[in-house]
């Protein structure tokens, strides 16, 4: 597959002509109807005035002078007008992506399923710089996706960012901006001129034949053309007349047409004007600028770029905090659970035996203390000591003691594995509510405990 140009590949609405040679608007029909409304008058004045005044100056050869200079002005203005509608008039090449300078991801917008966040594109729509000392807002193009330059504006008919962009005159079919301003005001008064011309040698014919005729309606009769002139320029100095002197004004104001009306009714500070003979200076005296596309290039291949970042995160809940730490809490919980319920085991069997009233000396406490500090059952070392004794009473307290430890001991060991079984089978959601249902679990585990120590002692 052969490679494509760049006029071939053209997202814009443009329109080429000659291998991309020549680019016009989207509207470049309307040139056809704009070359007929200058084409044809002159060929009428040439035809039915200009060939009857060959004879009318004193001044040999000076009626054919009239004639010619009639078409060739009429040529200039042509060129003007091709100059003005079929070149680039400064788009401004649009990019294949964002600017990366200026784009921020942000991870904190989208989550999907699974807790992974796309980034999304985070960028500002406008952003200042100085021109002349003066902060100018500048905004972003989503469709060229660029900041357009200063004076620049996006044109919605032929789909381009144009650099000092005027206007898009449908007449030329083709923006008008910094690379055809120039050409577009010269076509434009040259036209006003050609107008005045025609109109006054239309009427000086008039003024012959009513010098030869005597009266006016005879003078009309004769040459009905040269009245049909007279009122299409007339008619025609009021537009390219009235346009020629608004341009005028432009330029010494150093202005755009999208400006002026735009910006009207702002009492803003002009900071591109220089000065009216300086502005004046800058639209006809300085070098046009080389286009910024080569039309007929081949297209380069996109150089694939990589994915944007994507930060993966654990999936938020509305848990009230952090979902690590309701975890962590829950495994503290359950810890806690277990040691609960041991202490218990531990506390009843205690109070059980100074019940009993034993006849043996007080049991050491110290002993006490340390299986519940230490969280674990009374061992045989204890029974023992209270064996020495020599008295029954204590030996059967400690068998039963020794009984009701390793009931309290298997009551222990089933609240771990109550305890883990929480552990694994709860999720974050619903973990606190299943705490409370085990503690309640544990406790009944306890008190069945306690109840076995009694029947055991019975």
Not at 34 to 49: E, K, N, R, W, Y
Not at 287 to 312: D, G, M, T
Not at 325 to 341: A, H, T
């Amino acid at each position: 597959m052969a490679a494509k140009r760049v006029f071939e590949a053209w997202k814009g609405s443009n329109k080429f002509l000659f291998g991309g040679r020549l680019i016009f608007g989207p509207d470049a029909k309307s040139l056809i109807v704009t070359l007929l409304l200058i084409i044809v008058p002159v060929i009428i004045f040439s035809v039915f005035v200009g060939r009857h005044l060959l004879h009318q100056f004193p001044l040999h050869y000076a009626g054919y002078a009239v004639l010619v200079l009639a078409v060739v002005f009429n040529i200039y203005v042509l060129i003007l007008l091709s100059l003005t509608s079929s070149r680039d008039p400064g788009i401004i090449p649009r990019n294949l992506h964002p600017p990366e300078e200026e784009i921020h991801y942000e991870s904190s917008v989208t989550v999907d399923i699974g807790g992974r966040q796309t980034p999304s594109l985070q960028f500002p729509r406008s952003k200042e710089v100085m021109v002349n000392g003066h902060p100018v807002k500048v905004k972003y193009c989503d469709t060229c996706m660029l900041y357009r330059p200063p004076r620049c504006s996006h044109c919605s008919i032929c789909n381009n960012c144009v650099e000092r962009f005027d206007h898009h005159c449908p007449w030329v079919g083709q923006c008008i901006g910094l690379r055809n301003y120039r050409y577009f005001f010269m076509f434009v008064s040259s036209a006003t001129i050609l107008c005045i011309y025609v109109f006054s040698f239309s009427a000086f014919y008039i003024k012959v034949l009513l010098d030869r005729e005597g009266t006016v309606w005879n003078a009309i009769k004769e040459s009905p053309a040269s009245v049909v002139l007279m009122v299409y320029c007339f008619i025609s100095l009021w537009f390219v007349g009235g346009l020629t002197g608004f341009h005028l004004y432009l330029i010494a104001t150093n202005q755009t047409t999208y400006e002026n009306f735009r910006y009207r009714s702002d009492d803003r500070i002009n900071v591109y004007s220089r000065g009216c003979l300086n502005n004046f200076l800058e639209v006809f005296c300085t070098q046009v600028k080389p286009s910024r596309n080569n039309f007929r290039a081949f297209v380069q291949e996109e150089v694939p770029r990589p994915p944007p970042p994507v930060i993966a995160r654990e999936p938020e809940q509305d848990l009230g905090g952090d979902a690590r730490s309701k975890v962590q809490d829950d495994l503290d919980i359950g810890e806690d659970l277990l040691k609960l319920s041991k202490r218990r085991n531990i506390e009843e069997i205690y109070e059980d035996i100074q019940s009993r009233g034993s006849n043996g000396p007080p049991h050491n406490t110290s002993d006490v203390d340390s299986v519940l500090n230490s969280g674990r059952a009374p061992t045989t070392r204890s029974e023992a000591r209270h064996s020495n004794h020599g008295r029954s009473g204590s030996w059967e307290i400690g068998q039963e003691t020794l009984a009701s430890s390793n009931v309290s001991e298997r009551s222990a060991v089933v609240s771990k594995e109550n305890g883990q079984e929480i552990l694994a089978s709860s999720n974050v959601s619903e973990r606190s509510a299943e705490i409370g249902q085990e503690i309640l679990a544990s406790s009944n585990v306890s008190d069945r405990s306690a109840v076995v120590s009694k029947e055991v002692h019975q």
